[in-house]
């Protein structure tokens, strides 16, 4: 299953600059987009997410760009601190009568002090 | 903050025993899930609950398994005859529209 894709497994960032986190996803039926961030041994914990009907949303220093012609998300983290380090997960949400999540596979964060 | 709760969080079992995994979603939440990870994989979809009864389920979520509602409060996950193979982390998750999902710490199920 292959329906949404996090091709970089790892990113290193340093204190105080950006982090993007990308997603690509395959069906243009998905219709709500999330972002979760993960620590070993716990729940997936919710960000941030976008509507299909938007390409901007903004809490704080996450915000979420949504490019529906390009079927890709990406979550950027400004600036980014050492306790942001973590997996993060896009989600989306299947459209139509569903209502689902259908995770990535994750990206993990290392923010460098 | 209202969160999502999970008991035990590790639960070890012989294959072919029944283990019921519990959960206290948030309170004025609607929409309930469990979830899966086998270690290395994916997060997935098992089943999600509306309504007090089983609004969609994935092809894992078979025979063997089956989610209840006893009361107001708990959300619980049974798998009758265990298998080597149900061993991942299960986290339910739950939901005030069909959105955002909130979820658990998680039980790590472990069958021996």
């Known amino acids: 299953d292959q329906q949404v894709k996090q091709n970089s497994p790892s990113l290193s960032v340093q204190e105080g600059r950006i982090s993007i986190l990308n997603c690509d996803y395959t069906?243009?039926?998905?219709?709500?987009f999330l972002w979760y961030k993960k620590y070993p041994a716990e729940g997936p914990t919710f960000l941030i997410s976008i509507s299909s009907i938007k390409d901007k949303n903004e809490d704080g220093r996450f915000t979420v760009f949504l490019n529906k012609s390009a079927k890709h998300l990406s979550l950027h983290i400004v600036p980014s601190q050492p306790g942001d380090s973590a997996v993060y997960f896009c989600?989306?949400?299947?459209?139509?009568?569903?209502?689902?999540?259908?995770f990535g596979t994750g990206t993990l964060l290392a923010v460098q002090p | 903050e209202p969160e999502v709760t999970q008991t035990p969080s590790h639960q070890v079992t012989q294959m072919g025993q029944e283990v019921i995994l519990r959960c206290v979603p948030i309170?004025?939440?609607?929409?309930f899930y469990w979830y899966r990870q086998i270690l290395g994989q994916k997060v997935e979809f098992l089943v999600s609950?509306?309504?007090?009864?089983?609004?969609?389920k994935s092809e894992i979520f078979d025979d063997q398994f089956s989610v209840e509602r006893p009361d107001g409060s708990n959300f619980t996950l049974k798998i009758r005859s265990t298998k080597l193979e149900d061993s991942a982390m299960y986290f339910c998750?739950?939901?005030?529209?069909?959105?955002?999902?909130?979820f658990g710490q998680g039980t790590r199920l472990t069958v021996v």
């Open positions: 309170s004025n939440h609607l929409y």
């Open positions: 989600a989306v949400r299947g459209g139509g009568a569903t209502n689902k999540l259908i």
């Open positions: 609950f509306y309504n007090n009864e089983i609004s969609e």
């Open positions: 998750a739950s939901s005030l529209r069909a959105a955002e999902a909130f």
């Open positions: 069906n243009s039926m998905f219709d709500y």
